[in-house]
């Protein structure tokens, strides 16, 4: 309303009124927003059919690539005939864009989620080091692992299952294509007379095709169904494992070691404090992982992240930490336990003597990388590391590497053992790599900046309402209201009509009167 509208009581009732409302507006602004956005955010991460965290959790709207590096075993004929010194190169990496889809969901009435993460992975020959037709030599498993079996059997058992390996396809190593390794497959002449011969002391062969994720591209069956918490009613439990294929215990290692719990990298708890550590569980690495706090920020798209990483602890079994000590398969303790650095996923391999650790054996007892040349740690390529929005428990950035070997031991008993020296042949390095995108980026950082904005507009309000009731105070005390002057009317002074008076006194009555 005009000022020319109002009389001084309505302009003072709008100044002093807005100033006050403003005033009022801002100091709740500035000391309740921040808590309401933060309850209202809460309120909305959990996961329910309808929220848009299920939207992102149902379908990772972020490009992930797996990066496959293989090992080429360079002098595998001269190891086998005068066991020489093993070497390995490292090829690659090849890489696939990997899509992640999650499957048969099914929502639970005690606030829990069941499903089944779903895998695809897309060639990206661009962004490879190598082809997928490049000959890769790579230790054969399926006869290294068989002849494990048959280490501390009788002689004529041993000679009986020589006989059979070396007139069926077994061998120290094998050649063929990266493809052929990764995802294609081939056929194995070994596998094939286990699978026919059915052997009632072994494990059952299923089919004679080998490849490292054989059958696993878009396969929903591959990793199992996992059950998590939903975070419904309690936030701090969000994305929570609760059971993998009905269970919350792998059986694979004991006690803890083998306790299910903590992320499957896809959600994590928010507004957990910076020190403590991530823990994850990749089905394929057979037991939980836990990165620890490094202190370091990073900036990914304009967000603040915190670096939590693989350390020495991490594929410790027991040297280092007591607690670890479970890692170490029953029947190799007390005494016979892996040297820190490596996890013997001999539980989980159906005794095969495979061995989980980071990519060339980064920070692991210096025994294992002995053992062969070729290996070449880098920082910045091969340690396992998420970057971590911690408030809203969202990751920035993800290098998921870990690398698999193959022990191989001399058995005078088994041709194909007879020359070699002891050694951790690599069979393959694996690494998931993302960073959230501009788009993912942009609404987290509103998000974020929703407490700050809203204190800003709170101070600048609270500022301009205290700026209209001083301007209020002054126009009151200086009576500098609009038309307030008009209001005055002059009055006369006792001096003036005491003169006047006087005058009358002494003029004649005529011209007093013009007085």
């Known amino acids: 309303m005009c000022c020319r509208c109002c009389g001084v009581t309505q302009q003072k009732v709008w100044v002093f ?12 602004a500035t000391i309740w927003w921040p808590a309401l956005i933060d309850s209202m955010v809460w309120k909305a991460l959990p996961l329910t059919p309808t929220s848009k965290t299920f939207e992102k959790w149902e379908v990772l709207p972020i490009p992930v690539y797996l990066n496959m590096y293989l090992w080429n075993w360079t002098n595998a004929a001269e190891v086998a005939l005068k066991g020489v010194k093993p070497n390995f190169q490292q090829l690659g990496p090849y890489v696939y864009r990997e899509e992640r889809v999650k499957k048969d969901i099914v929502w639970h009435e005690n606030k829990t989620v069941t499903f089944k993460p779903t895998r695809t992975w897309h060639w990206e020959e661009a962004m490879s080091g190598g ?5 890769v030599t790579v230790p054969h498993l399926p006869s290294i692992a068989a002849a494990e079996t048959m280490r501390n059997k009788p002689k ?3 000679s009986m299952f020589n006989k059979g390996l070396n007139e069926n396809g077994g061998a120290l190593y094998v050649t063929h294509t990266a493809g052929e390794w990764l995802f294609e497959g081939f056929t194995d002449e070994f596998l094939h007379y286990a699978m026919e011969l059915k052997n009632p002391l072994a494990p059952p062969v299923e089919t004679d095709q080998f490849a490292w994720f054989l059958n696993r591209n878009g396969s929903k069956e591959a990793e199992g169904a996992f059950t998590v918490h939903t975070g419904v009613g309690d936030i701090k439990q969000l994305g929570d494992i609760q059971f993998w294929n009905g269970l919350n215990h792998t059986g694979w290692y004991e006690g803890e070691c083998g306790r299910l719990n903590g992320s499957t990298t896809d959600i994590f708890v928010p507004n957990e404090p910076l020190e403590k550590s ?3 569980f990749i089905a394929d690495t057979c037991r939980i992982i836990n990165l620890e706090y490094t202190g370091i920020a990073m900036e990914i798209e304009g967000i603040k992240g915190w670096k939590y990483e693989a350390t020495r602890n991490t594929f410790d079994n027991g040297q280092l930490n007591a607690n670890m000590r479970c890692y170490c398969p029953v029947d190799r303790q007390p005494n016979n336990c892996p040297a820190t650095g490596a ?8 005794g095969a003597p495979m061995y989980l650790s980071a990519a060339h054996f980064m920070n692991a007892d210096a025994s294992y990388a002995q053992t062969i040349t070729g290996f070449e740690p880098n920082y910045e390529r091969d340690n396992f590391f998420i970057i971590m929005e911690r408030k809203m428990g969202v990751p920035l950035q993800v290098n998921a590497a870990v690398m698999v070997s193959l022990l191989i031991e001399p058995d005078a008993d088994i041709d194909i053992l007879k020359n070699v020296p002891t050694f951790y042949g690599p069979l393959f390095t694996t690494a998931s790599r993302a960073v959230i995108d501009k788009a993912l980026s942009k609404e987290l950082r509103l998000v974020l900046n929703l407490p700050d904005i809203g204190r800003y507009t709170g101070v600048g309000l609270l500022c301009l309402g205290c700026l209209l009731i001083a301007i209020g105070i002054y126009l009151t005390v200086k009576r500098k209201w609009y038309g307030q002057q008009s209001l005055i009317r002059p009055t006369t002074t006792t001096k003036e009509v005491a003169t006047a008076e006087t005058v009358n006194e002494t003029l004649p009555a005529d011209e007093a009167k013009h007085y």
């Not at 009124?17 to 709740?28: A, C, F, I, K, V």
């Not at 082809?131 to 000959?135: A, F």
């Open 17 to 28: 009124g807005l100033g006050t409302l403003l005033t009022l507006l801002g100091l709740l």
């Open 278 to 280: 991530l823990t994850i």
């Open 343 to 350: 996890t013997d996923l001999g539980p989980c391999a159906e």
């Open 131 to 135: 082809k997928q037709s490049d000959l």
């Open 156 to 158: 004529f058992i041993k």
